[in-house]
């Protein structure tokens, strides 16, 4: 007999159908998938080394049934800081202020998606918590993800802070087939910088210095 899993869902008709339809999403995603090999430091030493403001990230990827054969889902990231806030100072309501926004802005049943491509936006002002790097297909594109990121904090872009660069030869500068490397006798693909494709909202987590479990706002908001 297959394996069974048990999911026990409570809420609305349509907060049901919602959750359904992410556990699908999720199960297709996940299922028989290898995540490679991550490169980082514990949660624990980071959190010795580095003092920082609370942190909201939101977690992109492109849908599952756009995905092209034998090549990764492509993924992408982007995050601010909380300013005005502090681990010691947040509150529950806070955070579930903050979770009701995001699912407004970026969730639901038809997800906040752009581009990524060969070109980077940047909007670097950090008198209010924002250094966003985006690599995006066009300059739409980048202020489309910049607008609505700051929307969360009910924040206008001021534009002086924005900045768009646009490479002369893209498809040359980041070749989307850039071919293998022989590596101790065996073929491995070069990687992709820069992919043209798609990009869904996922998933969106909040971190607090001294907390070294990190808190997910959204598909359902977690407070670990």
């Known amino acids: 007999m297959a394996d069974q899993i048990k999911l026990i869902l409570e809420g609305s ?9 992410q556990a699908i999403s999720d199960y297709q995603f996940f299922k028989d998938k290898s995540f490679g090999t991550v490169y980082g430091i514990p949660a624990e030493s980071y959190q010795e080394l580095i003092t920082f403001k609370p942190q909201v990230i ?10 092209t054969p034998n090549i990764p889902l492509k993924r992408s990231q982007h995050g601010f800081r909380l300013i005005g806030k502090e681990s010691q100072t947040i509150t529950v309501a806070d955070v579930e202020a903050l979770a009701a926004r995001i699912k407004t802005l970026f969730g639901g049943s038809t997800p906040f998606f752009y581009q990524t491509g060969k070109s980077r936006a940047t909007y670097s002002d950090k008198s209010k918590g924002y250094q966003l790097k985006i690599n995006c297909f ?12 700051l929307d969360i904090n009910n924040h206008s872009p001021d534009w002086q802070f924005f900045n768009f660069i646009q490479n002369e030869e893209p498809n040359n500068r980041y070749d989307e087939t850039p071919g293998s490397l022989i590596i ?17 909202f996922h998933q969106a987590t909040l971190a607090l210095h001294g907390k070294t479990e990190q808190i ?4 359902s908001l977690i407070i670990p």
């Open 138 to 149: 066009d300059k739409i594109n980048g202020k489309k993800i910049i607008e609505q990121i």
């Open 13 to 21: 008709l349509d907060e049901i159908e919602e959750k359904i339809r």
């Open 216 to 219: 997910l706002l959204y598909p």
């Open 58 to 67: 939101l977690y992109f990827q492109q849908p599952y049934q756009e995905k």
């Open 184 to 200: 101790l006798g065996k073929s491995h693909k070069k990687p992709v910088r820069r992919r043209v494709a798609k990009v869904e």
